[in-house]
């Protein structure tokens, strides 16, 4: 300072002492208010039953045929839009950063690998510039190099100007057809490869709309168009199509036969007249058997087609009395049955195989156990080609997948699954799950799988069950992606290699970790029992980054779902990598109530024992707090649709134990929506969550529901609600909920609660995916670890 001053004239000299001595700081600007939150008008309405009273003071928000009432919500929905804008307006540019990191992590090929089915290979694919994929085949012999996996899928060669592909179906000219929205929900190819039914959702009126293409000039047929189509199931000849239409309360209740040509009314097969019946059709791998399921709360019936002559009536041949998961196969003159029904009129935990003679007659029909039950290896999948069965078995937590040859031998069938000749497929550790691929050829003996894992990448699996050798076909690989966008290393190796890995091991090799990219070298795994509040114990999952966790002090985040008997999703997660890499602990709580634990699980967590998957939830999330895995102030939750229940009534229960909640499209009103459902429930929702009707149900109800259970000046956690208007439980769910939070509750704008409004996202539009992931990701950085 003495330099630069004496380098200054005497009289600029004086004058910069005199600025210096008259100088009065600035008194520092108060930061700004913060935004209040919306307050929506109330209009209470009071509903009694079973001698209790309660009232809804925004009832009026459910009022879709109120005009007034829609235009007061659409006001409020824009308030609500502003006021999440304005709390995380201050996150802009961390919003910014976690979208470009999600992004750069996203696999450069986004086509799916081509399956192999007949003389063709099938596979979607997405063309640049493009929101929607196509569906696409090439003829097998002649793409040699892309049954490899060696070859791009891009459907065009610029080296010869040559057209690679058939597109048999591009979403994004159905999107035109359908007001600017593709979303398909079933497509089977004939078995002759000739026509491609399936169903696109109309928005406009809700419901699903059944299409048939000619492949071989890329037309549609002129029928059948059938609206309201929930399930479709082609005949052997390739010509007749069966499909399953709803009624107006979403209930499967028709079958009908189209035969594609002709100039006929289609041809009504059967229709359940009874309202809790419900229909579902399927044909069996090798086209020999169309079946027919018939399910309700209290039975469950298989009808068995014959696939070449799908109108000669339909045989029953299996019934119970409980609703149980029917699916039957066909393998050279014996029909398998893979069930959970009751045995002997006792209640089983979990699926097992039955075989019986498909010339038995129905009266006098017997079926016979394929294996005798064990407690140690439960079946939790089967899949069938012509020379092999393949099961995917679990032992305490740990998958396996093996294949036995077929047919089986008369002497050993009800022998133990280990005394037959078992091929077993050498897996990573910490496999959260196995799901057969669609396997379609059952001609082929390679069967494809995909492999699941709370630290690897989605691994799609080809096994070639004749040599047990197998070939992960597709898997991302994180580290080669990240090095590849931070440093720009160029290769002449295409992109399907870089984002891939394609190699062939036989069961005879190793287990060795380094066949899978696996990313356990970087991030943790470690499984807990967690006692409950009645001492049942709860897994718990634990995934954080080796080099970022700071015990007692990391903030956390916990997942959980428990509903419908559906296995927690534990696969690893590109967005929650910014989440580990910050030194957080992401956690998954399989709770009664969700899958995995057999049929006891999910039983133990419905309906009048709903409490127990909170009362779960709550004891793992302080089971990470005792353990010291999460700091007590910076715990999260985070739970979708029903899991967005549990969460929020685990808030009721125990507010000081969350710092921040997400909740994805949550179910928050089950009171009112259970007894008047604005829109169509199935028979599982009420199982799910009880019949309102039947008072021990109505009083579990009551004690469970997050939208009657809210605490009076008590100070929430901060909670992000993310709904949409095309969600089954409704937008109106999640906007009565925030609402009373804010009446009822301590206001703090530390601890906002906020509603945000999603876009239809579409399942590829993955780069809109990371946008809100990040917005999720930086409300979670913001009110936890800020």
Aim: with cysteine; net charge negative; proline share 6%.
């Amino acid at each position: 300072m003495r330099h630069l001053l004496t380098a200054v004239s005497p009289f600029r000299r004086h004058l910069y002492l005199l600025q210096i001595a008259n100088y009065k700081p600035q008194k520092a600007q108060p930061p700004p208010a913060p935004p209040s939150p919306p307050k929506p008008p109330k209009k209470p309405v009071t509903t009694s039953l079973h001698g209790e009273s309660w009232e809804d003071p925004y009832r009026w928000m459910s009022q879709l045929d109120d005009r007034v009432a829609m235009r007061h919500m659409d006001v409020y929905m824009e308030q609500e839009e502003k006021y999440t804008e304005a709390v995380m307006s201050e996150t802009e540019r961390l919003q910014s950063k976690l979208q470009a990191e999600m992004a750069s992590r996203l696999a450069a090929e986004v086509s799916t690998p081509p399956l192999h089915w007949g003389p063709w290979l099938y596979y979607r694919r997405v063309e640049e510039g493009k929101q929607y994929p196509v569906l696409c085949r090439r003829l097998a012999s002649l793409h040699e190099e892309l049954m490899s996996f060696k070859s791009p899928s891009a459907g065009f060669d610029y080296i010869s100007g040559k057209k690679l592909d058939q597109i048999l179906l591009d979403h994004n000219q159905e999107a035109e057809r359908f007001g600017g929205y593709a979303y398909e929900e079933l497509s089977e190819v004939s078995p002759d490869h000739r026509y491609l039914a399936y169903t696109m959702y109309d928005k406009d009126n809700g419901y699903f709309k059944l299409s048939v293409r000619d492949l071989n000039f890329g037309s549609l047929c002129s029928k059948p168009q059938a609206d309201r189509v929930s399930g479709v199931a082609w005949a052997k000849d390739g010509r007749s199509l069966l499909y399953v239409v709803t009624d107006d309360n979403k209930r499967p209740f028709r079958i009908y036969c189209s035969i594609i040509g002709s100039n006929e009314e289609d041809i009504l097969l059967l229709e359940e007249p009874q309202e809790n019946v419900h229909l579902n059709i399927r044909h069996t791998k090798d086209f020999q058997f169309l079946t027919v399921n018939a399910f309700s709360t209290t039975s469950s019936k298989v009808f068995l087609i014959n696939a070449a002559d799908p109108l000669s009536g339909m045989t029953l041949v299996w019934e119970c009395e409980s609703n149980a998961h029917c699916i039957i196969e066909h393998h050279k003159g014996y029909l398998y049955l893979f069930t959970d029904a009751a045995k002997n009129g006792q209640p089983v935990d979990h699926h097992y195989l039955l075989r019986s003679p498909v010339a038995s007659s129905c009266s006098r029909r017997k079926w016979e156990n394929v294996f005798v039950d064990e407690q140690q290896w439960i079946i939790e999948d089967v899949d069938f080609c012509e020379s092999h069965l393949v099961l995917i078995v679990r032992e305490g937590r740990k998958y396996r997948l093996c294949s036995i040859s077929l047919p089986l031998s008369n002497a050993k069938v009800g022998a133990r699954l280990k005394d037959f000749n078992l091929q077993i497929l050498p897996l990573p550790d910490h496999v959260s799950q196995i799901l057969p691929g669609p396997n379609y050829d059952f001609y082929s003996s390679t069967m494809r799988f995909s492999i699941t894992s709370p630290v690897m990448p989605d691994a799609i699996v080809d096994y070639d069950v004749l040599n047990g050798k197998w070939t992960i076909i597709q898997q991302q690989n994180l580290l080669h992606e990240r090095t590849r966008v931070l440093y720009g290393s160029a290769s002449t190796v295409s992109s399907s290699q870089k984002s891939s890995i394609s190699k062939n091991f036989s069961s005879s090799d190793a287990d060795d970790d380094r066949t899978w990219n696996d990313l356990s070298e970087y991030y943790a795994c470690e499984e807990y029992d967690v006692p409950s509040h009645d001492g049942v114990l709860v897994p718990l999952t634990i995934l954080y980054s080796r080099h970022r966790r700071k015990n007692g002090e990391s903030p956390g985040l916990l997942h959980g779902h428990g509903a419908y008997g559906e296995i927690l999703d534990k696969r690893w997660q590109n967005e929650l990598k910014s989440l580990l890499d910050r030194g957080w602990i992401i956690a998954y709580a399989d709770v009664r109530g969700g899958g995995g634990g057999g049929k006891k699980w999910h039983q133990d967590g419905r309906g009048t024992k709903k409490l127990n998957s909170v009362k779960d939830y709550i004891a793992c999330a302080k089971f990470l707090i005792e353990r010291e895995f999460v700091q007590e102030t910076k715990l999260g939750g985070w739970g979708y649709s029903a899991g967005g229940l549990m969460v929020a009534s685990a808030i009721n229960f125990d507010p000081d134990l969350f710092r921040a909640a997400v909740l994805k499209v949550p179910f928050l009103d089950p009171s009112n929506t259970l007894l008047k459902p604005i829109l169509p429930l199935i028979p599982a929702d009420y199982e799910e969550f009880g019949y309102p009707g039947d008072i021990e149900d109505f009083r579990a109800i009551r004690e469970y529901s997050p939208y009657d259970n809210i605490k009076k000046d008590v100070l929430y956690p901060a909670v992000l609600v993310t709904s949409s208007f095309n969600t089954r439980f409704g937008v109106w769910e999640a906007a009565k909920w925030v609402a009373r939070v804010r009446e009822y509750t301590i206001y703090d704008p530390r601890r906002p609660v906020l509603l945000n409004l999603t876009t239809d996202i579409v399942e590829e539009n993955r780069y809109l995916q990371c946008k809100e992931s990040a917005m999720e990701t930086a409300f979670l950085l913001k009110m936890i670890d800020s």
